[in-house]
């Protein structure tokens, strides 16, 4: 059975930094791609970052480029997003996923799998 944990979330002043982890564990399909999306409260999904699985190219939504960072480490099977000068609106609740889909066409509204999610409050 596939199980994600996500940590890193947390309160932080506009400009701040944080890091989230998610470790990934029962994988037993070969997932093209796995990366972050985030949902704000009354809000749609986004589509944060991704990275492929196949040849590590990194994707990023336009909200997001120039600040935010995917990374992966294949032994530990976790997938990091480092998120730099934060903003008000990056607020929401940050998940990761996997999908058999690549990154290019990936849907963030359906996703094969994706964990419970944690908080990031950028607030001053």
């Known amino acids: 059975q596939l199980q994600f944990v996500e940590s890193g979330g947390g309160l932080v002043q506009p400009g701040g930094s944080l890091r989230l982890s998610c470790a990934v564990s029962g994988l037993q399909v070969n997932y093209e791609s796995i990366g972050w999306f985030r949902q704000a409260p009354g809000k749609e999904r986004e589509g944060i970052a991704c990275i492929s699985t196949t040849d590590g190219d990194r994707y990023y939504g336009d909200s997001v480029k120039g600040r935010f960072a995917i990374s992966r480490d294949e032994v530990q099977n976790t997938v990091y997003l480092q998120m730099n000068d934060l903003k008000p609106e990056d607020t929401g609740t940050y998940y990761c996923?996997?999908?058999?889909?690549?990154?290019?066409?990936?849907?963030?509204?359906?996703?094969?799998?994706w964990g419970q999610g944690t908080v990031v409050t950028i607030s001053s």
């Open positions: 996923g996997v999908d058999r889909a690549p990154c290019e066409v990936v849907d963030v509204d359906d996703l094969d799998a």
